[in-house]
């Protein structure tokens, strides 16, 4: 037989989604008179805006006729969608080549792929609590894993330890789950630390567009010294309701480079376009005129009152724990809402504690790492009328307490 790659032994099984699953199914098995409230699952609820779905359309007619067939397109993506995101990405004043934006099926894929362009020797730093995709891809690479701590005392925005070396850090900002974001001057810092340590940085902005501070930075590259040493990994599918259409672009700027042990030197850009050369043939044709159509005006305009909508969701979440004097991050710049789960339980005692009171499903926060044991995610995706109820059943929780 061939021998596996045993590092797939080392994954941590992933109980989280499944788990969650189960106990609702039971609860509506035991109760099924009384109406569940989700507010647990990071899923967009809100239809593809109209002007994308006309894009869609038009495709689709254009590769049902002759003259306008497409087959396989470039692997990087149209030059129409590259020219688009690079428009987007000037309007906030950071001017990219377009050749160092690739276009994907999202930004799953690729912060799992580009772990393809770094040698196994490598340390990786990674927040705890963050996105599972980070540790697992590395972990079935075999690669060295350190975390650094988010927590209630760094409002889940851990900072560079000087003493500790790493060479390849992800951020993701804003945090899913945490809704924290860094400020520039923080990032700066990571940068800095990068720079020092002769590390990377992929940075994930799949959140980017829920950012209401002009303040904060909606990506790495508003910060000097990034296009040295920083990915970013970002999609459309929280921006604009892509999660079932699936479209993403990874950024990887010229000057990261290294040089190999021979000396010769190596450019992450020219081998992340090698990768996805060899590996991957494109997104569809109808899916990169409707991102395109994200980028244009009405499209804008459409996003933009999609997160709207969401963040109504996430002040009504964000309030109710004002209010209640919870602890709590997120729900500002963010579609999620991380709170310190009340009453001294840890995740799944408030998850079953909540589900079993209210029939409102949330996320327990141990399925992020060892450092969400006590905490806990509620999403803003959802419709108005259930978050404004849900939130009534979990002031319930509180009454006499
Ligand atoms: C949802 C999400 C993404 C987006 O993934 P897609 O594959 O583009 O749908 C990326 N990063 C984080 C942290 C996310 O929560």
């Not at 490598?122 to 690479?141: A, E, R, S």
């Not at 690669?143 to 060479?167: Q, S, W």
């Amino acid at each position: 037989m061939a021998k596996f790659n045993e590092n797939f032994l080392n994954l941590k099984e992933s109980y989280l989604f499944s788990e969650v699953a189960k106990k609702v199914k039971a609860f509506q098995d035991k109760y099924p008179e009384r109406s569940v409230i989700r507010l647990g699952i990071g899923d967009v609820t809100l239809p593809l805006g109209k002007s994308v779905v006309k894009a869609m359309h038009e495709a689709a007619d254009e590769m049902g006729s002759a003259d306008t067939f497409r087959g396989y397109g470039p692997e990087q993506g149209y030059d129409f969608l590259r020219e688009a995101i690079a428009g987007y990405y000037r309007s906030f004043g950071v001017e990219l080549d377009p050749d160092t934006i690739f276009v994907s099926d999202g930004a799953k894929s690729d912060t799992g792929n580009i772990t393809d362009l770094f040698s196994k020797d490598n340390t990786v730093l990674i927040p705890d609590p963050v996105y599972p995709v980070y540790v697992d891809t590395n972990t079935m690479n075999g690669r060295n894993i350190i975390y650094t701590a988010g927590n209630k005392e760094n409002g889940f925005l851990p900072m560079p330890d000087k003493n500790v070396h790493a060479d390849i850090i992800y951020i993701c900002s804003p945090n899913n789950p945490t809704g924290a974001c860094y400020s520039e001057a923080q990032l700066k810092e990571w940068i800095d630390y990068a720079l020092a340590n002769d590390a990377v940085i992929l940075f994930d902005s799949a959140y980017e567009s829920f950012i209401a501070d002009p303040e904060l930075p909606r990506s790495i590259y508003q910060i000097e010294g990034a296009e040295k040493c920083a990915v970013e990994f970002c999609s459309l599918s929280k921006t604009a309701g892509f999660t079932g259409t699936r479209c993403g672009y990874t950024i990887v700027p010229k000057g990261i480079v290294s040089k190999a042990a021979d000396g010769r030197e190596m450019s992450l850009n020219k081998m992340w376009n090698r990768r996805q050369c060899t590996k991957f043939n494109g997104v569809p044709y109808v899916v990169q005129r409707a991102a395109a159509s994200v980028f244009s005006e009405e499209g804008r305009k459409e996003a933009k009152e999609m997160t709207a909508h969401y963040m109504i969701n996430a002040k009504i979440i964000s309030d109710t724990m004002t209010k209640l004097g919870i602890n709590f991050t997120g729900g500002i710049n963010s579609p999620y809402i991380w709170f310190e789960c009340p009453f001294g339980m840890n995740s799944w005692e408030f998850f079953d504690f909540m589900l079993e009171k209210t029939g409102v499903v949330g996320t327990p926060g141990a399925g992020f790492g060892k450092n969400g044991d006590r905490w806990f995610r509620l999403t803003a995706f959802n419709n108005e009328e259930n978050t404004r109820e849900a939130m009534k059943r979990f002031e319930t929780l509180f009454e006499g307490k």
